[in-house]
């Protein structure tokens, strides 16, 4: 009984464990940065579309860095270029990838491997494709 009991703690402990290593991110809503748009919110909307993408539809604003998937040096280097503009200043950082998944994550952590705060990091939830809001895209 006490090891069947010590079995399931161990196992808690466990599971309670994995999202420390999976991981985390912090995300925003595509509503709550059209709020920051629309009031002028200081933010920088940080695109890592590929070139066609992102010449079919970005955010006002958006830094092109052309860097998905982000799992190359190349790809790294091409986030790395904006690593100083975004140091500048303290607004958060809106990561928009094609859907808001790997790429996005990857540049999440590179910047902040390279230093920009966690605090300011944001994914776009749903990435560009997930953007509702299609008369604040540029084209």
């Known amino acids: ?7 399931l703690l161990v196992a808690s402990l466990l599971l309670l464990a994995v999202p420390a ?10 509503e709550q940065v059209k709020t920051n748009m629309e009031h002028k919110t200081p933010m920088h909307i940080f695109d890592i579309q590929v070139e066609d993408e992102y010449a079919q539809h970005h955010l006002p604003g958006a ?5 998905y998937p982000v799992k190359s040096d190349a790809d790294k280097a091409k986030v790395d270029a904006f690593v100083s503009d975004l140091q ?12 808001g998944k790997g790429g996005a994550e990857r540049a999440y952590m590179h910047l902040k491997e390279k230093g920009v705060a966690e605090d300011r990091l944001f994914i776009l939830e749903g990435g560009q494709g997930g953007w509702p809001y299609e008369n604040m895209l540029e084209k």
């Open 1 to 7: 009984m006490h090891r069947r009991i010590l079995l």
């Open 63 to 67: 830094m092109k860095s052309c860097a």
């Open 21 to 30: 290593f999976a991981g985390s991110y912090n995300y925003i809503s595509p």
């Open 88 to 99: 500048k200043d303290s607004a958060p950082v809106v990561i928009i990838c094609p859907r």
